[in-house]
Each structure stands twice: as C-alpha cells, then as structure tokens.
C-alpha cells in the first residue's frame, strides 16, 4: 500500500541501518572539521553501477564522495570543493590534505546529453542551456575526465589552494571492472 513503511522502497535499509547501529562501526570516524581517513575527494557518476563502496571499496569516513551525473566538474562541485578547501585552510592547515579523484566511466547514461532531441526537450522543460547540457555528455571517459580534471585545475576559486591537493582521473570500464589511470596525480 502506497504511504505505508512496508512499501517503502528505503524499508531494506531502514532496517540495514538498524544491524549498523547496533555495531561499534559508527564510532570508528573521523572528527569535525573531518579529514577524510585517506584524505580523499571523489567525484564520480550517480549510476549504480559505479557505487564507491562496492568498486573501490571504500569504506565509512574514508573519502568524500560527490556524485552527480556523469561524475563531472560541475558549478556545483567545484562550490563544495572550494568549502572543503576552505574548511581545510582555516581549521585544519598543518594536515597533509588532500587528492581528488574525478572518476568516468564508459557505457555512462550521461552520453544520451549527446542525443538532441532528448537533450533539447530536457533543456527546454527546465530552461536549461542546451549547450551545457551538450557538455555534460561522457562519450569517451578518458577525454572527458581529462577536461574536467584540467578544469578543475583552472577554477579561479581554487587558485588560491593551488599546491596543496592533487588532481587524478581515471576511466572505469563497467565489462572489466578494471579502473585505468587517466591523469597521475603525482
Ligand atoms: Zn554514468
């Protein structure tokens, strides 16, 4: 019945959360303003398929993990970035923080950005700009993470931490599971 707990498609983890409460797992994180444990940024697509947890392994209070569609360099994310860096700078300067990891990968949904009519009837249904909805399009993960880590390099909120975090991209390949690196952080 619609409305009701038992219908709610969230009730497995409502319930999943209950055996993770009754853990000590929840204590084993790390304070605010919290550096992740492997002073990780991820930036990654939302598709299930590509879940952090399952194909990385990443684990409770690890790394943060922004996910949007095609895991690009978005207004968005470059805004959380830039609170995090500032976050960093102000409260936590003598920690060895951080990298970015800007994951893609293939077989992305987001390449259907790339079909026009779909694309210009999405734009036109949110008064988006059709050109950036072009944009958000991942064809080809290793051209398109190499873009967004270069953007991230060139945001101008950034500049002024310039030095103090590091930029990876990596493509993900869903037939191999295999992740190759698209850009060395190093
Ligand atoms: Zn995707």
Redesign the pocket.
Known sequence: MPGTTSSSNFATYLERNKQFAATDAKQDIPAIPFIPFRQLYIVT?I?PR?EPAAVLGVELGEAIVARN???RVTPSVVKDLTWICHLHENKTPDADWFEVAIIH?TD???ALFADEDLRRSYAARGGYDDRTAADMA?LDPAQTVREDVARLHAAPELQASVGSFRIGGYAYDLKTGLITTVVDPA
């Open positions: 697509c598709d590509v569609v095609g895991g990968h992305c949904g987001s991942v």
